[in-house]
Each structure stands twice: as structure tokens, then as C-alpha cells.
């Protein structure tokens, strides 16, 4: 169908259920009735012959309920059949319906019959079923039956008392009622009906999706980027938390940036705050994307159960349209810590960064959707979320490396995502290309009669890196880790000399990080984020939270 025609189809629909004044509007401004009415155009745009509606009314007042029921009259008028369930009709509204299937307790059928006949109004000269026919029916099984006032009555509260529903027991008035009916020509005409009714052609679609899996794609993309563009809250909040977090760390480190650092308080200082700029960034990610999923759960369900689009196409739209979003974050997260805290300006390495958070951010967000479909409810998927970033963030490796973590509580050092994106994103931060270590193949002198005179850092000796300032091991935290023969024969240090050795070289041996695998670290968090993905398909494909 071309586009101007699918136009034609939409406004037309939008005048059928009176929602044309109100056209342009978002959802989420719409009354509970108008909401009513738009999921009967939503319906009414495949243009189905009959639409079945469980009691379109409820939840609302009476004038709201009203209009709905005029809508549903004039969508009935215009030849569809309708099957209604309907909650306590006012006498207005159940003067709409042309038929009535009333049941008792247990299913049995009592009356199945028109409302009729048609009377009109003294004071509004308007036509209404005056449902005659029902009353009739009960009135005319027993002389003990109560007898229907007539006027204004409500003959739906008539029909509520003669079975005696709601009053936990059945009314005596001598009338087993469904065999009343079994015994009325109402029965007998429907099972005439039933008898001739002929089998018509079997309806079958060489696929269960109206659309390709290609437009699909689109629209959800489409789509998705729309939702997100009208979610204030979930992107400014992102915003402004990263903002603030981002100001808050690279402020704390303002004054001690790492071409300052030349002991071991400055160095503990710069690693804190980095590591807080950077873990925290993503975990925001984690923690504010529940919600995104969770709530759009009871409309996706409605409209997968309808054959709107696969899964898959559902996915695929907000995995696209979250990427540009993250990295608009990253980039000014970047331009606020980094800048600030005066991180390597080397372009290289700041694309580098931006690539890593970028990952980083990307993983943990997906991490953050994957829990909002495996868990039944948001608030449950919060609460698991908040968890599990904190035993992310204690298993990263910066509170306690690998060493030191027994067993098997190191598996969780293992397959956590924060590792993998600390070990990418830090190391660079505090590199330097020559070493104080005998051992290490670009070793340059930092103690004994070799050592050249006045050095401060490896920068006079050809070294690049921001992590080449020499410093004296005070704590024996080197020692400690390697032991202090090793420290003897690779840094020259006896008793209680200090250790003299890089910046890198004492991040890189107490944190236990090799440089050589941030890029496998990058790899790895791609990795990650596939996993992630893969598993949120598979929940929102097979679980479903609501049994409805």
C-alpha cells in the first residue's frame, strides 16, 4: 500500500474514533479514555470484521465511559460485529448493545437473545433497546420471579437480582435457569443456526509478519529514535548525572595531574579518582536503561501476540538507536574529565579512550536491558541491577587484583564485564615506554652508579608515556607483591632502601595490568556486549513476564 494511501487510512480511522483534535499528541498525555479509544483505532487500522473488547469501560467514569461506547456503536454501525464483555453497563450503555450472552456462575448460559425492542426517547427522541425481550424472558418463567419497574430502571441490575449474582446465593424463585433457556425458542434458534452454518475458506499467510523483516527493522529503528527523543527524563537524567560525576572526580585531581606525580599519595589520589570517572560513567548506563525495556514490556507483548514484527526487529531498533545516544556521553564525559583532569592529550590516545569508554558504556547498558528482560517487573530489575554493579565493581580487579582473590570467587573476576573495561580504558593513562625494571627489555638505570645524574623521569632518557616520573616505593608495596630478592636484583633496593622505579612501573606490578592487553581487553568487551545482546533476545523471544 503507498505511503498517502496508508494516510488516507490513518485519518480516516482517527475521525471513526474521534481522536482527530487531538492528533500529534504523545501517549503518555492522553486521558485513560482517549487512551481507550486509541487502542480501538490501532485495531481499527487493519480493518478487521470483528473485534472482540473485555470491558472497555472499566476504569472509567461515567461521562468517559459514554464516549467510549459511542465510538464502539459507531464502529459497529459501520457493519463490523463486535463481542463485548461489560461490568456493571449503566442504563444508557446497556441500552447500546443489540444482543445479549449471559452467563451464570459455572458458564452456563441463560439468556442469549437481542435487547429489543427499539424504543424511542420522550425526551430525547433518540433510539435505544429497551431490552424488553430479556425482561420478558424472566419474567415469564415463574410468577415468583421479581417484576421489572420499568422507566429508568436499569434493566442490566434487573437481570442481576433475578439471578441472584453477587449476593453469594442463588435467588428461590423455582427456576433453574439455564435449563429455562434450553427450553426457550432462543435455543432452539441458535442451534439452527449453529446447525447450517457453513465452513468458508481457510485464511492462510505465507507469513505470520505483514511487513519484511527489513522494513521492520527500519520502523523499529524509526521508532525506537522517536520514543528515545521524547524520553526527557531518561536522557537528561543520563546527562546530568555524567556531568556531575565527571566534574566531580576530575576536579578532585585538578591540581595533581599525573605530570605531578612523584610518590605514592599523588599516584593513589589519581588512580582513585580515574577509576571512578570511568567505572561510574558506565555503570550509569547499567543502572538508568532498566526502565526502558521494562516499561514498554505490556505494549510489545500486545503487539508481537499481533504479528507487528519479530523480536528480533524489536532489538535490533533500540540496539541501533542506543549507540549515537552512548556516545554522545562518552564525548562529553571526555570533554569534561578528561580535559580536566589533564589525562595523555596524545590524539591517539584520546580517540583510544573514547573508543574504550564508548565500549565500556555500550556493554554495561546492554548488561543493564538484559537483567530488565529476564526479571518480571522494573522495580525487580532495579534492584538486581544495583547489585550486581557493586559486585561488578568489587571483582574489577582495583580493589583487590587477581592474586588476591581466592577461590572461587576469582570466577567472578573472570567473566566480569567492569575488568575488561578498566584493563582497556586505564592502563594507557599511566604507560611509559622505558622501565626502572632490570628484567624488562627497555630497562634504564634507576639506581646504583648507572643511574644518570638528577633523574626525575624517563622523559630525559627517550621515554614517552604520561607514567614515566620516578618515584621511591615507600611502603614496600612492590616488595610485598614480588618479593624482596626480585626487588633486590631488579630495582637495586637492600633493607630498608626504597624501591626507585616509574610511575607505570609500580601501577602496572601492584594493579597486576600488562599494556600489551588493553586491545585484547577491547576485544573482549565487543565480545561483551554480543553475549549481552544475544541473551535479551532470547528472554524477550521466550520469557514472558505477563500471563494475561
Known amino acids: 500500500m503507498p505511503f498517502h ?49 473485555d470491558e472497555p469501560t472499566s476504569g472509567l467514569d461515567s461521562r468517559s465511559a459514554r464516549i467510549v461506547i459511542r465510538v464502539v456503536k459507531r464502529i459497529a454501525s459501520m457493519g463490523r460485529t463486535i463481542i463485548c464483555t461489560i461490568h456493571q453497563p449503566s442504563f444508557e450503555i446497556f441500552s447500546s448493545f443489540d444482543r445479549l450472552l449471559l452467563l451464570k456462575r459455572g458458564g452456563l448460559v441463560v439468556y442469549n437473545g437481542d435487547l429489543g425492542p427499539v424504543t424511542e426517547s420522550a425526551t430525547t427522541h433518540q433510539s435505544y433497546n ?34 441472584g449474582a453477587g449476593t453469594g446465593q442463588a435467588v428461590d424463585n423455582g427456576v433453574v435457569w439455564e435449563e429455562e433457556y434450553k427450553r426457550s425458542a432462543m435455543s432452539r434458534e ?21 511487513a519484511s523483516l527489513l522494513k521492520q527493522l527500519w520502523y523499529s529503528t524509526e521508532r525506537w529514535a522517536l520514543l528515545h527523543w521524547r524520553n526527557v527524563g531518561y536522557n537528561f537524567t543520563r546527562i546530568l548525572i555524567i556531568v556531575i560525576v565527571s566534574l566531580l572526580f576530575s576536579l578532585s585531581i585538578v591540581s595533581s595531574p599525573m605530570a605531578h606525580v612523584f610518590d605514592q599519595s599523588a599516584l593513589q589520589s589519581l588512580n582513585g579518582c580515574i577509576f571512578a570517572g570511568v567505572f561510574f560513567i558506565a555503570a550509569i548506563n547499567a543502572i538508568t536503561t532498566v ?9 510489545y507483548y500486545k503487539e508481537i501476540a499481533a504479528g507487528m514484527y519479530h523480536p528480533f526487529a524489536y532489538l535490533w531498533g533500540l540496539t541501533i538507536v542506543e549507540l549515537p545516544w552512548v556516545m554522545f556521553l562518552v564525548l562529553v564525559h571526555t570533554g569534561i ?36 528482560a529476564l526479571v518480571p517487573t522494573t522495580k525487580q530489575a532495579s534492584l538486581a541491577v544495583g547489585s550486581l554493579i557493586g ?21 567472578f573476576y573472570y567473566i566480569s ?44 632518557q627517550g621515554a614517552w608515556g604520561p607514567g614515566c616520573n620516578v618515584m621511591a616505593d615507600i611502603t614496600g608495596q612492590v616488595a610485598y607483591k614480588k618479593g624482596a630478592d626480585w626487588v633486590e636484583t631488579n630495582l637495586g633496593a637492600r633493607g630498608r632502601m626504597p624501591a626507585m622505579l616509574t610511575v607505570w612501573d609500580y ?42
Open 391 to 411: 559486585t561488578l565493581n568489587l571483582y574489577s580487579g582495583f580493589f583487590m587484583p587477581e592474586s588476591a582473590i581466592p577461590w572461587p570467587w576469582k570466577l
Open 291 to 299: 526502565g526502558v525495556l521494562g516499561e514498554a514490556q505490556v505494549v
Open 337 to 372: 574529565f578528561y580535559t580536566i583532569a589533564q589525562l595523555d592529550p596524545s590524539g591517539g590516545e584520546v580517540l583510544r579512550y573514547i573508543l574504550n569508554m564508548f565500549l565500556f558504556c555500550t556493554t554495561l547498558l546492554y548488561f543493564g536491558q538484559m537483567i530488565s
Open 130 to 163: 429497551s431490552a424488553h425481550n430479556m425482561v420478558g424472558h424472566f419474567e415469564g418463567a415463574n410468577p415468583e420471579v421479581p417484576r421489572f419497574t420499568g422507566g429508568r430502571a436499569n434493566p442490566a441490575e434487573y437481570m442481576l437480582e433475578v439471578l
Open 5 to 53: 494511501e496508508k494516510e488516507q487510512v490513518m485519518e480516516a480511522v482517527a475521525d471513526v474514533v474521534e481522536l482527530t483534535p487531538i492528533l500529534g499528541k504523545t501517549i503518555v498525555n492522553l486521558s485513560a479514555e482517549q487512551r481507550k479509544r486509541l487502542t480501538l483505532g490501532v485495531e481499527m487500522a487493519a480493518n478487521p470484521s470483528v473485534l472482540f473488547l
Open 417 to 460: 564485564p567492569a575488568r575488561f573495561g578498566l584493563k582497556a580504558t586505564m592502563p594507557p593513562q599511566f604507560y611509559c615506554s622505558k622501565s626502572c625494571v632490570a628484567e624488562d627489555a627497555n630497562y634504564v638505570a634507576c639506581f646504583g652508579l648507572d643511574m644518570p645524574e638528577g633523574l626525575t623521569s624517563l622523559h630525559s
Open 507 to 548: 601501577w602496572r606490578i601492584t594493579t597486576e595490568s600488562v599494556y600489551e592487553d588493553c586491545w585484547s581487553y577491547t576485544l573482549a568487551l565487543v565480545g561483551f556486549a554480543v553475549a549481552f545482546r544475544i541473551i535479551t533476545f532470547l528472554a524477550i523471544t521466550y520469557l514472558k513476564h505477563i500471563k494475561r
Open 190 to 210: 441458535t442451534e439452527h443456526k449453529l446447525a447450517n452454518v457453513s465452513i468458508g475458506t481457510k485464511v492462510e499467510f505465507k507469513d505470520r509478519h505483514a
